[in-house]
């Protein structure tokens, strides 16, 4: 099939992640305590001979967590700049995306993916959601984080404002209310209820839904049926 119809995943990986300097600073600006995640493994049946794979693994915080648990973890991310920055880290990296990452050998245990799926459009959401399925072994396990809005069309104005009231205003230390105003106009985030019928469609049951108290991220485990 010609992909020339397909979208160009890295001019759509936002410039900031292809930027070495913004790579190098990123785990200063997103910490992140995986040790929830990594203690949910064992009851999805991932374990020492489990293979995993991170789509939109940035900087490789999730695959250094995981990697003492599991066989193997392929980190996966469409920007040269990122994955350079995992090898130096001594992650298995590949270039490439959602949409062009191809997974080759035995399905795997695990899929994960955080706030990486919102840089597609809804369309291209469900033709990634579909291939992370093909990925997976029947009842593999799905763990899926992102901004995705959890409020009522009517209280999106209220919502939206608070969040940005309440963003820090150092971005070195995490994302500033211009930064996340930026996010709304020209990102791809959705609302859970647009999102959640997606990962039914493709395959999915949702075990495990959370949705943060300002309603603006969403954390899914789901598992293939
Ligand atoms: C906000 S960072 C999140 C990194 C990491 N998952 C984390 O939670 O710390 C988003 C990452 O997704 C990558 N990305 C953007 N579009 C992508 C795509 N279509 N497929 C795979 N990775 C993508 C970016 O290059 C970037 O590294």
Redesign the pocket.
Known sequence: MGRDWWPD?VA???AE??DPEYVAA?DRK?P?DWSETVESLSQLGVGPTSTVV??????G??ALAVQPYVGRVIA????PA?VAWMRARGIEAVE????T?EYEGERVDLVH????LH??PDFWKVV?LDRVAQMLEPGGALIL?DIVYSFAPSEAAKAIEQWLEHAPTNSAQGWTAEELAEHLRSEQSTFSWLLEPILDRVGFDITDRRYSENRMYAAYTCRLR
């Open positions: 995943e759509h990986a936002g992640h292809l990123f997103s992140t991170d789509i939109g693994a940035g900087t915080t999730f996966v991310d469409a920007s990122m490439g995306g959602f949409l990452y993916s955080r706030n990486a840089h597609l990634a984080e």
